[in-house]
């Protein structure tokens, strides 16, 4: 077989891997060192804040078991620079940590803050999701770049071969409402987890097909049955503009550990109107969830879906990025300690040789307290490019997330 999985490409946030930071001139102005630093320690999880500092690209947070900073030393790194916070991940319950950041501008550092410290008041849970917009199957038979869209019966194996390599528990589906063999009959959805094996369920979420007054949104949550079981009752959110947001109350079945998950799919489109309607939808998906959680004795949440937006040069602004920072939601893609293809984008537009400029529009979001170990997208290629049947014109992505309890 020609065909192979490409390889980690990690990136790291670790003392003994380096730090990813942005080239600069050896004789960058050093940048004011961060002021504010606060640290938020309970049984909803451990974090720290800052405040901007002036000339800053980005920020080193240092961790260590001791306040000379010679133990246990880890240090993360901050890529975007206007996230101004970090979730430390792998903390043991009751141990005192110790913490301290500095700016940077390029290469060049501020200098270090006076440190906080405190003993770790939670627990963490080890979740991995994944999250995939698996193109609905009104549209097979159609072209996209050139390529006609293959019928869901030939697409489905891909989809659920690259969810396996993802080795997500959990996963946020998006476009997969249509109907397979009959109206009616099973979802996208119900297929998917079918061929995942007999473990999987698909979280009840909306009007069922065999209901009075059936409604399909289009937006789903797949878990693993054997690792989590559904708590209350799952539903939906109309996040603005007939757009939705799936949830689904979710418990640990070998910890007791319960948390949200969300799946979203927002607005197409370029322009300000258009990045201003996502900034709104994540706006109200956030509202949403937040008091759902907060029903629920304030469980994580984790936000993961289809955004349609980006840092790149497509939009005026990156409205749910936006949305989220203000909210001090992480984006996984940048917060997690290590990426696997992050060079390649989450939409492949069905172009053969798939784009590769580290843009994601599929987004997996972590709000203060949740930690990002890692952040990794599957794709499946033969010298470059990719052969045969293309299962979507979206690639999966995954995060590995830790969940305070």
Not at 36 to 52: C, D, E, F, M
Not at 66 to 72: C, I, M, S, Y
Not at 241 to 253: E, F, G, I, K, V
């Amino acid at each position: 077989m020609r065909r192979h999985f490409l390889a980690l490409l990690a990136t790291t946030a670790t003392a003994a891997a380096g730090l990813v930071l942005a080239p600069a001139a050896a004789n960058a102005a050093t940048p004011a060192a961060p002021t504010g630093l606060r640290l938020a320690n309970s049984p909803a999880g451990t974090y720290l804040t800052w405040s901007a500092a002036s000339g800053a690209t980005g920020f080193q947070v240092q961790q260590a078991t001791d306040g000379l900073f010679r133990q246990n030393v880890r240090t993360y790194s901050d890529r975007d620079g206007r996230d101004h916070q970090l979730t430390p991940i792998a903390l043991a319950k009751g141990r005192t940590y110790y913490w301290r950041i500095r700016a940077m501008s390029g290469s060049t550092a501020s200098h270090w803050t006076t440190a906080v410290h405190a003993a770790v008041a939670s627990r963490e849970l080890p979740v991995r999701i994944a999250s995939y917009n698996v193109v609905e199957n009104s549209a097979d038979g159609t072209f996209e770049s050139g390529t006609r869209i293959a019928p869901w019966s030939q697409r489905v194996s891909g989809v659920v071969s690259l969810l396996r390599q993802s080795g997500a528990g959990i996963v946020a589906l998006q476009e997969a409402a249509g109907w397979v063999a009959r109206v009616r009959g099973p979802r996208q959805a119900d297929d998917v987890a079918t061929r995942l094996g007999s473990n999987w369920r698909v979280a009840v979420t909306e009007v069922l097909p065999s209901q009075p007054g059936y409604f399909r949104t289009g937006v789903y949550v797949l878990y693993d049955d054997n690792r989590y079981r559904a708590i209350a009752s799952g539903g939906h959110w109309n996040i603005g503009n007939t757009r939705w947001s799936a949830y689904q109350l979710l418990q640990d079945r070998a910890s007791g550990a319960r948390f949200l998950v969300t799946s979203a799919h927002e607005a197409t489109g370029n322009g300000t109107s258009a990045d201003t309607t996502r900034e709104t939808e994540t706006k109200n998906l956030i509202a949403d969830a937040s008091a759902y959680a907060r029903a629920h004795g304030s469980v994580p949440v984790i936000y993961a879906g289809d955004f349609n937006s980006n840092d790149g040069h497509t939009h005026v602004f990156d409205g749910p990025g936006v949305a989220t920072r203000a909210a001090h939601i992480a984006d996984a893609f940048k917060s997690g300690a290590s990426r696997v293809n992050a060079r390649f984008n989450s939409a492949n537009l069905y172009l053969r040789t798939p784009p590769a400029d580290g843009r994601s529009i599929d987004r997996i979001f972590a709000p203060a307290g949740v930690g990002v170990a890692s952040w990794r997208l599957t794709i499946d290629l033969s010298n470059g490019r990719f052969v045969g049947v293309i299962p979507s014109d979206h690639n999966p992505i995954a995060a590995d997330l830790t969940l305070p309890y």
